[in-house]
């Protein structure tokens, strides 16, 4: 159902690589390479993120409980994302853990620009 998410930045270049680097277990390239917007993904057909500097050209701005998630598969997997991200410059924004007992398992990021990641496993 979802086919992309658009996130702002002030620093393209920066941006596509830290998704780059931290979603390539994944087996994700950079799919369209233009000065202003960059699309990361496996191909077209599949949910890609994108970075993009602003239409307007003003500053980007994170929005208040905007978030999107991404579920590698197990909790293991989710602290080994978690990790990589901060290595690759992110800020913690929720450290991972048992969120709900028995049913959600998550970790929180903000990245270069202040987007929140969550990386969670339902179960």
Known sequence: MINYIT??????E???????????????K?????DRIKYIGKNMKE???????????QDPHPGNGNMFAIAPGSKEKVDALY????????????EPGQRVP???????????DGNKICFNFFG
Not at 7 to 12: A, F, Q, S, V, Y
Request: charged fraction near 25%; include cysteine; aromatic fraction near 12%.
């Open 83 to 94: 990790n990589k991200a901060i290595s690759l410059g992110a800020t913690c924004d929720g």
């Open 47 to 57: 949910p890609m993120v994108a970075v993009c500097i602003p239409y307007d050209e």
């Open 102 to 112: 028995k049913l959600f398992y998550g970790a929180y990021v903000r990245d270069l």
């Open 14 to 28: 920066a941006s596509a690589q830290f998704y780059e680097k931290l979603l390539e277990d994944f087996g994700v």
């Open 7 to 12: 996130l702002g930045t002030k620093d393209i």
């Open 30 to 34: 950079r799919l369209v390479n233009m």
